[in-house]
């Protein structure tokens, strides 16, 4: 198969950057990591880069000599504003002007379903709905599609936004009966999107092959991404564990979840 | 499991109604029938009430205490005026009072393909396209399927219409061959759509999973309804004994077959 | 021009419907009037017919030798099921039924604005918009367009129905500064119906020509229907009249009003 | 089954015509080919017609008693102008005037990815794109798609215009990988597209089952297609074979590949 | 103003060309006129070329110099294939090559509602709606657009296609009370094609500013075409001289009129 | 007329905010201005604070007391990533919280073309077409979409967001001709959405009537905003001064104009 030369994996230490590693090691003759925290047990083909998103000279660095980018570093949950501009919406841009200083090809962000938190489950919008963002975090993921979008309109550089629903270990709540992603298929999803010949700037929504499903992901069709997984041995346990679904609640209407009931996170008390 | 405490099926005395008895039986505590007939031969987990839907008062009981309602009564083809009026639409406006002041939560209805039988099967329309209504009776299941509209829009009430294209037996001509919904496909339909955890106002296609597809179904995909039948085993013969097609017949062309061709009922002879 | 030979107006009495005789004369060789209460002025080719919109026989003797039917009778507010049920749902098949055996060409149906109220001034919905009935008055004018569009289907009876939004002698809220429709506007809006050459089955929204617009009428550009009137003379006066706009209510956010928050007809105290 | 009585094959001599030939034999009494070139060894229910389809007398002769028509003869590929005229566009509108006069019920025809080429792999259109032909080829592909809608809305004549996007013996090159369409799964979908009960004018876009896709092809459904064949076999070569994909490049950002690279074919040298 | 160089008018001779050469003559240094019949009555700013359409070398030598071209020519009406295959075809690719060749920036072309003649009046469609050819003539306008969408994807040759409705003297029946378009308002149209910055591929369709409406133009916002002639003054005239309209008539309810309804001109008798 | 207490406007010693201060005056009892520049003029019912954009608890305090704001601060060009950060994206952000924190009713935000640039104009796109950024400054002008859009779904704040193309005393390039928006429109265009009973998060474009357009603005109709001037007595000398287009290019297929052609910011040498 045609290798990428060397693949930065940004957030290598985090909950799916670390999956990535063994996952994407065939795909490139090098795998960098980068990641603010260490990491000690670096593969063969491996090499790391300690980094702070938010501090560009240091991303560029990272970004030097890869001609793909797996970008999943960033703070993954809805928190202060200080929190998200710094570490998703100046640490994403910093990761973007990387990899365009740095020649690179093609970015796979690891966007998210809070881009569009405040669609309904029962409107199955597909990837031509607009934002929706249900929290901040949702709108600093916003901000990198929209980033990316123009990065390669103007630079050429082409991206995968994965609007990831809900990826860890096992599915923890009812809701993620339709919105898990298992980490088989996120690693899936990640292949998938650094092997397909053109990419351009897609938004590939991303669970695993559930049961019920929020969305219509027909428009991300050249990407070839087809989930393995699903959530039914989950189901019976997941069911029992909620039998009261109010479906006024917008944690059940809508995509986003929980997060769209979040209050403002700088009224919250420290 | 999260089991409703009591579910009502109307019209349990009817084709589809008894076929569904068994198969929900351990969605509930208590499944209540409800037929304008008598039914002898209860479960152990089944109750009977006797009810014309056209009586109001006697619908408000048999819904009491039910939290969900599959509603399959009422005539099921074409008819004359009146027995439309007062077994479709009284009897279902009266179902779903019956419901709103009962209290359930959601009701499964028995929609049908008449309700859009005048679009035409190569327009692949989906949940979206307006009413076409190709008789009385399928006015009457516009009627429904917009009175339960504003039961969630107002009452939030919520509803599964099921638009029903040939539920039988099994494929007794030509059309039925890409039309046809088996009876297992049926009772997965309902099951799908009482155990999704939302679907405000869903509208779901329903057929079984047959070669030839009249429609597309992506709205409905938090349903989770994955019909697991299909007609080629009816194929060679349902062929061999429609040698003419003629593309031009309205029974051909539109989604509503032969229904689409008849006269007004209230012109037939008595 | 090219003249109907009679014209019927159903609620010849009714706020609208005395406007319309006046405005149609000239554009039919007799102007029948029918209603439930009687009319006494009648003009030099005018006639009139007393008829229940309830009785079908009544009913279809007053449309015997029309060729069009201007239907704007029936209970023109939310009310009690029995109301709707007798006054709007019987009461239009009636009419329908009329026309059809009279061989009647083409029907104008004075529908609603709460056919689609619960959808949002803001989604600008056009005439593809599926229905949103916001009462039991809404539902009622959802089955008439819905069964209007099968008649025209299977019987080749045309119909245009004129989704009425505010229609009063002047504005009498804040929100009729927009939904306002005068009642010259009206009489404009039935005669350009009457004599667009091809009508088939259009929905048509109608408001006078008002500076803020809630509605996208361009798929019923065949009907020719130019409103003349708007409702700026009066805002100066509806504004100071509703200094406090709160939009998160219903009655200010949804295209039908105050009767999205109205609650079911029947549970009101007699 | 129900069998037609004479099935015409065009270009029968072809690459994909002569694989046609055994594929659709069970389909009809007699299979009658034509080609401009002879064709020696005739199976038991085959016959045999010699014609340029340039030649009007000629075609409308060798359609003569087919109530079928498949048509893959033509040119298949860019050239000048001369021949795309008279072998597509003139040798195609004789074959459509054969059928018409001969009173055939459908004609299945072999149009291209070239009628829609210069549409984006990544804007995964569907059948309700407008035309963008990317060479003389695909604009003869176009005429023909919009002839044949002319002959099924006035004559009704059923046509299936299948866009086959590359098909060969096997995958040639990177872009097959998406666009290829195998012969056993070619003539799966003629066999569909003959056998659908109501195909009125029916766009059929035509690859294997391969992982990434380029079209949306919900709006066939009632053709039944259902390809069995896939390119992962292939994967692993042709991704080694073509290790630089520049997304910028007009053959792999569109559709229709390298035809949309080629020059004016009647600027070529002799 | 910015004057282009030098236009060439095809069918100068003929009803519209004859009206374009006044109205053209301030947007050119030369007005170049070209047309199968000679023309004597030169302008001081005209020139002409005589030549036939299917005679490419003299339609590239009257192309020659021409930095825009309105192509005019060709049938004018249903026809024999022959005729329209060489005078709307073959005639119709000449004019593109030369211009082409003959390094035009844009070509204002005279296409037709027959391109879309049997799309209904009242679905009201828009640019993005798929040809539906009423004729063999409208096949070749189709041909015409999709071969000018070619030129311009590939060779950057910009093209207006005036989707012209009726255009004579003055209206002529009652469906021209919507249909038609003015001659004056024809030279409006295109000198807005003419003039605006950038056209790439338009579809614009072109009726005078009619009370009734069967299309949407929105899509040619860019254009800049603002008819200012209505069919007022003939309305009562018209309407008279129609007193019944069948609105099940194809030629009332498709918006290609009474060319729907011709049969196949190689049918008729010579 | 129903005045607000407080107008806060932004910027309001800028090129646009100085001409609203008038323009509004009579809306409020109170109009607040706020600039990081000394305004020393105050009219009658206007006061001052002084604020840096950048400095979260000057702005809260400016937007205390304000039950509107109308936020035409920040920079209005291109810049480098430092400047877009802090005086468009912090800046904003701070407005926001401000608006949240005071209890504002509604924002009116100067949002841009830039936030769509890379669309065509060709295309004409409405409210419902994704982001397509043509810059930094457009990415954060759709940062500020996606914010508001947020601010609305979550915390119920109402937000207009004009998207100003071209805003300057005249139309100074060609592309002005279409995209040129007059200061009294742009006051107009305010006021509409300040007056404009229910706005939730509005799209807005925002030029003058020009006689071409560059997009569909009907998704707006309930802001009643009807520019009243156009460029027509500037298209002379316009035209003339502009000679030669080239639709190939970036600057005029685009809507975001010579902007889409930048490098990017940081590039530039100081």
Redesign the interface.
Known sequence: ??KYKRILITGAAGRLGSRLRGGLAHLADTIRLTDVNPIADLGPNEEFVQADLDDLDAVVAACEGCDAIVHFGARADEDK?QVI?HSN??GG?NVY?GA?RGGA?RVVYASSVHAIG?H???D?IDA?A???????Y??AK??M???S??YF????L?SVCCRIFSSFPEPAD??H??SYLSFDDCVRMVEASL????????ILFATSD???????N???????F?PQDNTEPF??AM??A????D??LPR??FLGGYM?ELP?P?DAKA
């Open positions: 198969m045609a504003w501009l919406i100046i841009y002007e365009r090809k405040f309904k489950i029962v199955q031509h607009p934002h929706r963002p249900d929290s901040l949702g709108v916003c901000f599609e929209d980033l979008r123009m309109d103007k630079f050429g082409e009812r809701r009966l339709w092997r397909a010949p053109v990419v351009e700037h897609t559930n049961r019920e499903k929020g969305f219509d027909r428009l991300a069709g050249h990407i070839g087809h189901r019976a069911e029992a909620t039998p009261e679904i479906p006024k059940f209407r769209t403002h700088d």
